[in-house]
């Protein structure tokens, strides 16, 4: 399995958390809340990738 656009999708939601926690100051206040909302939500699921695909490693 080509696990290349996970590693892509999991290191684009970590950068896009952590530019959002760097820049909240500059972001306009009626977009913050939902670029920090978007931001968890692909951080979770990118966690979620992270172990399902640690499982799969260790059960093959």
Do not use: H, Q, Y
């Amino acid at each position: 399995m080509d696990t290349t656009p996970l590693i892509i999708f999991i290191i684009a939601a970590f950068s896009l958390g952590a530019l959002i926690l760097m820049k909240r100051e500059s972001i306009a206040p009626n977009m913050r809340r939902g670029l920090a909302l978007s931001a968890v939500v692909l951080i979770a699921f990118a966690f979620i990738l992270i172990v399902m695909s640690l499982a799969s490693m260790g059960s093959s």
